[in-house]
């Protein structure tokens, strides 16, 4: 008698379960045009729910997103390349942070979800206190420096030029010590006046900064152990990031000098 009633108190909660909370049991995700993308993450990535082919080049909207490509461009560029709201954030690294990559203001406060992310503020709200974390990453095997947010996330990338060699970039994590606008580097067999956004990272003069006297970037070492970058991309980074953030260099200097060699 007594498993009997076990039994029958098992029967009657799953009767419960079933019958009184059906959204557990019975909800499926919809997917209207059966392309394996679901119709809520085509709302995300501004898909056609209907159409199984957005853009219309013979291959499937999830087939395109799983490989990288945009799903709304026919000439099969990758999200990566694409910058649909010109607001320097490109396609996959929106899709990645999940803001809307064809309004350049997310959360229409007047500032850019570039603007946001970049200063460590979240692009879905309006609030003034920062919230993402941030830091610089540089890789000396590839010479290219990314700046990563919210854990990972690569918003930017840029060529960079590290230490010689004989003189190389040390590795380790850093915190930025001070910002000078313009500097003068003086040393043996050079002197580099008006060099401008510098940062130091590490004690005995190790900077980031750009470098007006060459163009190497992402193709060779070519300092004395700071990070060159080009004059241009040095004053982004300069204008975002202040005293006390992250800088975390990786990677082996090249022994040629050369990235590949």
């Not at 919230?131 to 420096?145: A, E, G, N």
């Not at 130091?200 to 163009?215: D, V």
């Not at 152990?225 to 975002?240: K, S």
Request: glycine fraction near 8%.
């Amino acid at each position: 008698m007594q498993k009997l009633n076990k039994n029958f108190r098992f029967i009657f909660a799953s009767f419960l379960f079933i019958f009184c909370f059906p959204t557990f049991v019975l909800a499926e995700t919809i997917d209207a045009d059966g392309d394996k993308l679901s119709d809520e993450l085509e709302a995300i990535y501004h898909t056609d729910p209907k159409s199984p082919d957005t853009d219309g080049d013979g291959y499937t909207d999830y087939r395109e997103i799983y490989h990288g490509y945009s799903p709304h461009d026919p000439k099969r560029v990758k999200m990566s390349s694409r910058d649909e709201d010109d607001d320097e954030l490109s396609d996959a690294v929106e899709f990645k942070l999940k803001t809307d990559f064809r309004v350049a203001d997310t959360d229409r406060d007047g500032h850019s979800d570039f603007e946001e992310v970049m200063s460590g503020f979240s692009p879905f709200s309006t609030s003034t206190e920062a919230t993402l974390s941030r830091k610089i990453v540089v890789d000396k095997t590839i010479q290219q420096m990314y700046v990563e947010v919210d854990g990972g996330v690569r918003v930017k990338t840029y060529p960079v030029s590290t230490g010689n060699p004989w003189t190389p970039t040390p590795n380790g994590t850093f915190t930025m010590m001070k910002k000078v606008p313009v500097k003068r580097y003086v040393g043996v067999g050079y002197d580099l006046p008006n060099t401008k956004w510098n940062i130091l990272f590490k004690e005995g003069g190790y900077y980031i900064h750009g470098a007006y006297w060459h163009n190497d970037f992402g193709k060779s070492t070519h300092s004395h152990g700071c990070i060159n970058m080009r004059t241009e991309d040095a004053e982004v980074v300069y204008a975002y990031f202040n005293e006390g953030d992250m800088v975390e260099v990786i990677g082996e200097t090249p022994k040629k000098r050369k990235v590949g060699t």
